[in-house]
């Protein structure tokens, strides 16, 4: 596991398409984990929006424990939204971007592995901060499985959808205020879903209905999205 | 499959911007009449004429201009999305251009919907917003004609420009049923239905009949702007070729001497 993986390094006769998609998946994550700060500023981010909202709203524990599943929805999406301008910015600033562009393989397994790795180290650590942030602000113990299980399902979706965002502007100097205006729009469902979900349990009701409807979405957009990804992409390339 | 001769040239013939600059000129004049004609008679038969309904009095006659301005709000998202896969299908130039000039069209008709809403909201609700499904949802729609204003203006290059923005077109009209979906969910969810739309279940046609003229009209109308949008763009786009230049030099023909002229064309 410890050597290096470089593109040059793939054995050329056997560079099957799943050496492509694991190889792209590792070095993703390890860039993304050699740069700890960066990995750490979307979370942070979400833990001091949650904070903020005892000391705006109310500390009351009826009013938190009301309040609870949107706010955490929320600032998990906005969280999310933090993340994404990173997504293929640095690929893009050291022409990376371009290779992988102009590489014969189809773009949608690269894009595929980058989503994935891009989720593993923001929407996996969002959905286990939710016990001790729940816990925080009151979250009643029933909605808190949903809760986890609704993020675990939506906040892929989330990254998927930012990413054709996130792709069609790669280019652009004035990228962030526009990726959100992007992309916070196509989140509503997800939000709706999610909530609901944390809701119904909340009144101790059953929340399957909304997971399931998250998780037809989630194989969903896992399967179709990154090919506007990959089409976005190759436009943001041009247009930089 | 078999496709009749005339649609085949005509489609054809859509490849060439200059076509259908030259085409659609006579058309302008003729649609801006009979669509000012169409929303003039609609909307005075329906404001001045039609009878007040028996539940919502004289509020309802909002209805003569939300409703057009609502369905084609809606319709003019998908007619972008349509003009986006025939671009990045056929790579048509024109599809582009018709996508630039309906995004402001569908926003302002977006904008016009959800202001005429609000205000009948006032007298019937008893206020100028509430989180109704519906309202919701056109607002969301608003905010993806903005995204699509703002992605546009953001990239330089017209023909990348375009493209990016079919992508959002296209991702965007996926997610519209659905946004629409999740919405009514969540207003049944949270809001048992405390207002309900209450219309008068059959309209008699001295109210209907309005309402119909001022759809067409206004069906008309967008047409004309989507049109005379899509002639301005044809032009910036080809503003370098010789066509655009004798078109321009035409208009100021009166003044520029045979002389210059010649010395252009050298």
């Not at chain 1, 979370?43 to 009301?66: H, K, M, N, Q, Y």
């Not at chain 1, 016990?131 to 990254?159: K, S």
């Not at chain 2, 519906?134 to 953001?154: D, E, H, M, W």
Request: hydrophobic fraction near 55%; charged fraction near 15%; aromatic fraction near 10%.
């Amino acid at each position: 596991m410890n050597r290096a993986v470089g593109r040059s390094e793939l054995p050329v006769p056997e560079a099957s398409l799943w050496v492509l998609f694991r190889g792209q998946l590792r070095r993703d994550l390890k860039l993304a984990l050699r740069q700890p700060a960066e990995l750490a500023n979307p979370l942070a981010f979400f833990v001091v929006v949650i904070t903020l909202i005892p000391l705006g709203v109310s500390p009351e524990p009826e009013v938190l424990a009301g309040m609870a599943p949107g706010v955490l929805w929320i600032a998990a999406l906005l969280a999310t939204l933090l993340g994404l301008e990173a997504l293929f910015r640095r690929d893009r600033d050291d022409g990376s971007l371009e290779q992988m562009v102009l590489r014969a393989e189809p773009l949608y397994l690269p894009v595929l592995a980058r989503m994935m790795a891009h989720w593993l180290v923001t929407g996996l650590p969002l959905t286990l901060l939710v016990p001790l942030l729940g816990g925080m602000l009151n979250l009643p113990p029933e909605a808190r499985w949903p809760m986890m299980l609704g993020l675990a399902l939506g906040t892929p979706i989330l990254v998927l959808l930012g990413g054709v965002g996130a792709a069609l502007t790669v280019g652009l100097r004035t990228g962030g205020v526009l990726l959100a205006l992007l992309v916070l729009p196509l989140f509503v469902p997800v939000l709706i879903l999610g909530v609901s979900a944390a809701e119904l349990a909340a009144s101790g009701l059953d929340p399957a209905g909304p997971l399931l409807w998250l998780a037809a979405g989630a194989s969903f957009a896992l399967t179709a999205v990154p090919f506007a990804i990959a089409a976005a992409l190759r436009i943001g390339v041009e247009a930089g | 499959m078999y496709i009749p001769e005339p649609l085949r040239r005509l489609w054809h013939r859509l490849g060439s911007p200059r076509w259908f600059y030259e085409t659609s000129g006579p058309w302008v004049p003729w649609l801006g009449a009979a669509a000012a004609l169409l929303i003039t008679v609609g909307t005075v038969w329906g404001l001045a004429f039609a009878p007040p309904d028996y539940l919502q009095g004289d509020s309802f006659r909002i209805i003569y201009i939300h409703v057009p301005a609502a369905y084609l709000a809606q319709a003019g998202y998908v007619l972008m999305a349509v003009c986006g896969v025939v671009l990045l299908v056929w790579r048509m130039k024109l599809a582009d251009m018709v996508m630039t000039a309906i995004a402001p069209v569908g926003a302002a008709f977006t904008f016009l919907a959800l202001a005429t809403g609000s205000i009948w909201g006032k007298p019937t609700w008893g206020t100028y917003w509430i989180w109704d499904a519906r309202i919701t949802s056109v607002l969301i729609l608003l905010f993806l004609y903005l995204g699509i204003i703002g992605l546009r203006r953001a990239i330089e290059r017209p023909e990348a420009a375009g493209r990016a923005c079919a992508i959002l077109a296209i991702v965007g009209v996926i997610n519209i049923p659905i946004i629409k979906y999740s919405v009514d969910w969540w207003m049944t969810l949270h809001q048992p239905a405390t207002f309900s739309i209450t219309e008068a279940p059959a309209m008699p046609p001295i109210m209907w009949v309005p309402l119909l003229l001022n759809v067409l009209g206004f069906n008309l109308l967008f047409a004309l702007s989507v049109i005379q949008g899509t002639r301005t763009e044809v032009l910036v786009r080809e503003r370098r070729t010789r066509w655009v230049n004798d078109l321009c030099r035409e208009g100021s023909m009166t003044y520029t001497g045979d002389t210059e002229m010649s010395l252009d064309r050298q």
